[in-house]
């Protein structure tokens, strides 16, 4: 089950178990059983301190197994084996359990000591999604800091029954007490966030209190974290407030382009550009929200941001840096039947679909690699491309057409999404040739049709593109003076994560010099 290598560096990190665990299997007659069998009698003799039983209960989903620390009521359950991007979730899970302290701050380890209340989380997830790792992680350690609180982490492909009952159409799909509570990717803080009433208010306290930063970036992509770093290396006070850090980034999967790196994931850059930024001086403030921004020209010296959270944070620069999310169609059904059919990451939901019929809006690059991902899956893919031609590289192209499960439509305005019985069930476009309309059958819609900025709360405040763009000349200025912008948010053309990066830092080193030339007498 475990090549060599694997076997090596997990039982170097068993050997950190502080206190006995004990392996809980359930298993069935599947193949899947006797994976799951063999994997755990791999993990039983990496310590003196993990022990291995099976269990009879019937009340139990099959193969599934649960972490115990022995003597205590703490522990985890995985539904399924967690390979792929689940491992790590498996092995932290084994140290947290067995004693090894999480690297969490010890404010959220509080926070979560404290929550009353009893909470019984089940997480469904698939081996192929990036972002469920981070979601499966957090409430695992929360079950193991607070006996309130259970955890079962369920492979969605492996229990197909289970998410048709449940109309499980996304991943992460997160229920508190056998009722829905969230989807998507999750932060421990959001977690804890979402749990905690009290938490936003005592968050907007502390922003409030905090000085005023020589230089402030908002958001926390490829831009945002170069920029934060190009800044506190100058010896400046440097704040940077996200909403969620590693922005975009943090959904995509495979990275190919960025210079010295020939492979990496959206995640595993993320965590290195925090683990970067944090090694600097620099105020991480996450999850925060920009609601308007203040020019220093109105509030007599200092710019001014307030946030979501009824917070303010002042500062003599800003970087913004806010990047871009996907775009949405604006048919009619889409919003009705997102996460019901409706999807924007194929990676992440994908195996949910398999067999099924799906839809993929869009014939650029993403479009084209999504439709290939998916026929891999999925019983059939129909590619809808509105312009005469698909604009993807011609190396994509061609796989795509080699593939006998795939239609590509080309000149296809897709009108509406429909559905049935609260999930998708088809889809409707227009031929832009003949003005025809047409009806696909289908269960699901990947939409990948590009970028919108993320600069709404901007309106009004500073100078932006037809396309809601912020405008910046070649040194990252905008309309206001102390005020710059870099990355997907700004009109400089070719939306890529290195070139956000470089503009990051061309934007600090720009405010740099700006508070070089204006400073106080």
């Not at 421990?188 to 009433?197: C, G, Q, R």
């Not at 009290?198 to 970036?217: G, H, P, R, T, W």
């Not at 239609?407 to 509406?416: A, D, L, N, V, Y």
């Amino acid at each position: 089950m475990l090549d060599a290598n694997i076997k090596g560096q997990l039982k170097a990190y068993m050997e950190k178990l502080q206190q006995p665990i004990e392996l809980v299997a359930a298993y069935d007659d599947s193949k899947k059983s006797q994976e799951l069998k063999q994997l755990l009698e791999e993990i039983e003799p990496m310590s003196e301190k993990i022990s291995l039983r099976t269990e009879d209960s019937a009340d139990v989903r099959r193969p599934s197994f649960a972490i115990n620390r022995v003597g205590t009521d703490i522990g985890v359950r995985f539904a399924g084996i967690p390979m792929g991007h689940e491992f790590t979730s498996l092995v932290l899970a084994l140290l947290q359990v067995g004693g090894h302290p999480s690297k969490a701050s010890q404010e959220v380890i509080q926070q979560i000591q404290e929550l009353d209340g009893e909470f019984e989380f089940e997480t469904y997830f698939s081996l192929s999604c990036q972002n469920c790792p981070d979601v499966v992680q957090a409430f695992n350690l929360m079950s193991v800091l607070n006996p309130n609180i259970k955890h079962t982490s369920i492979d969605g492909a492996l229990f197909q029954d289970e998410v048709e009952q449940r109309e499980v159409m996304a991943v992460p799909s997160v229920y508190l007490n056998g009722q829905p509570w969230g989807q998507g990717r999750m932060t421990l803080e959001e977690v804890v966030a979402k749990l905690d009433t009290n938490s936003a208010e005592k968050e907007a306290k502390k922003i409030n209190q905090k000085d005023a930063f020589e230089v402030l970036v908002i958001g926390g992509g490829p831009a945002g974290s170069a920029a934060a770093i190009y800044a506190a290396r100058k010896g400046i006070s440097t704040g940077i407030a996200a909403e969620r850090f590693g922005g975009q980034v943090a959904d995509t999967m495979g990275i190919e382009n960025l210079i010295s790196v020939p492979y990496t994931e959206g995640p595993k850059l993320v965590a290195a550009m925090e683990q970067h930024v944090n090694e600097y001086e620099v105020d991480i403030m996450n999850m925060q929200r920009a609601e308007k921004l203040i020019p220093a020209a109105q509030t007599g010296g200092l710019h001014e941001v307030k946030l979501a959270n009824g917070g303010s944070l002042k500062a003599r620069t800003v970087i913004l840096s806010t990047g871009a999310r996907w775009r949405q169609m604006g048919v009619p059904g889409e919003e009705e039947y997102r996460n019901k059919g409706v999807a924007y990451c194929p990676h992440c939901d994908g195996p949910l679909f398999k067999g099924k019929r799906v839809a993929v809006i869009g014939g650029g690059n993403s479009g084209v690699e999504a439709a290939i991902d998916l026929a891999g899956i999925v019983g059939h893919v129909t590619l809808i491309e509105f312009g005469e031609q698909m604009r993807a590289d011609d190396v994509l192209q061609k796989k795509l057409r080699s593939l006998n499960n795939v239609k590509i439509i080309t000149s296809g305005q897709t009108t509406e999404v429909v559905g049935k019985d609260g999930k998708v069930s088809g889809l409707n476009y227009t031929d832009r040739t003949t003005g025809e309309a047409h009806h696909v059958e289908l269960e699901g819609v990947f939409v990948q049709i590009g970028l919108v900025p993320n600069t709404e709360w901007l309106k009004g405040d500073i100078e932006l593109s037809q396309h809601g763009e912020i405008i910046v000349n070649d040194r990252n200025e905008t309309s206001i003076p102390g005020v710059f912008a870099a990355g997907d948010a700004t009109t400089v053309p070719y939306k890529q994560i290195v070139i956000s990066m470089g503009e990051g830092s061309k934007a600090a080193l720009s405010a740099f010099d700006f508070l070089i030339r204006n400073s106080a007498e």
